[in-house]
């Protein structure tokens, strides 16, 4: 596609219950970043892809978040147990890897935990 | 570790007057400096990059920074603020070589007043 797609543009959950977060990233780029947006902590990384493994994970807040990549190309977050603390805006860029490595940002998925 | 310090998480500037937002970071290896705008509801846009290319960096929209290693500072300006201008705005950082996550300031929110 034209831009990085993601999807859904906003979820409203239960606490406790699991939730799935799908970026679709540009065609041809290698490299998936997921970031997390909220208003007591910022922008903050949580994991980056390269192809379909996953070499830094040092992002992800803790073992109730998990990600994915397939074909390298779509990616899903995923959070389980959600918990209120979860709700922020859950960001995915992709990159082509060139020199300087511009991440290409989607609008992002809002998630609301009841 | 890198990290980025954007002074003044507010900025209000009236239509047509110098826009100045500020940052400084850190880092152990020479960095890759970014600047982004979100407009509400929306990704992030990239509006400029550093590379160790060009000292002075022209972005889109009449933006332009600079970036001064002597003072760990890459400021972002343009001459003349339009309506279009408010939005926020983020600086980020990322090490050359592994992930080239981003490490992103706390966001400077920009005011144009007519």
């Known amino acids: 596609g034209a831009g990085v797609s993601q999807s859904p543009s906003n979820k409203v959950t239960e606490k406790g219950k699991d939730v799935e977060l799908r970026c679709d990233p540009i065609s041809g780029h290698t490299a998936l970043y997921w970031y997390r947006q909220s208003l007591g902590q910022g922008l903050e990384f949580l994991i980056y892809?390269?192809?379909?493994?996953?070499?830094?994970k040092s992002g992800l807040p803790s073992d109730r978040f998990s990600a994915e990549r397939t074909g390298g190309s779509v990616s899903t977050l995923t959070i389980q147990r959600t918990q209120q603390e979860d709700s922020a805006v859950y960001l995915c860029?992709?990159?082509?890897?060139?020199?300087?490595?511009?991440?290409?940002f989607g609008a992002g998925t809002r998630l609301s935990v009841l | 570790a890198q990290s980025v310090t954007q002074l003044g998480s507010h900025v209000s500037v009236s239509e047509g007057a110098l826009v100045l937002l500020r940052c400084n970071y850190s880092s152990s290896v020479p960095p890759y400096l970014f600047w982004y705008v979100q407009y509400p509801n929306q990704g992030l846009q990239l509006l400029l990059k550093?590379?160790?290319?060009?000292?002075l960096v022209k972005g889109i929209n009449g933006f332009e920074a600079e970036f001064k290693k002597s003072e760990t500072s890459f400021h972002l300006t343009k001459p003349s603020a339009h309506m279009s201008d408010a939005a926020e705005y983020f600086c980020?950082?990322?090490?050359?070589?592994?992930?080239?996550?981003?490490?992103f300031g706390k966001g400077t929110k920009l005011t144009v007043n007519p």
């Open positions: 892809f390269q192809g379909n493994s996953a070499p830094d």
């Open positions: 860029a992709s990159s082509s890897g060139d020199r300087g490595n511009i991440q290409y």
């Open positions: 980020a950082v990322s090490e050359q070589g592994g992930s080239e996550k981003l490490v």
């Open positions: 550093y590379t160790s290319a060009a000292t």
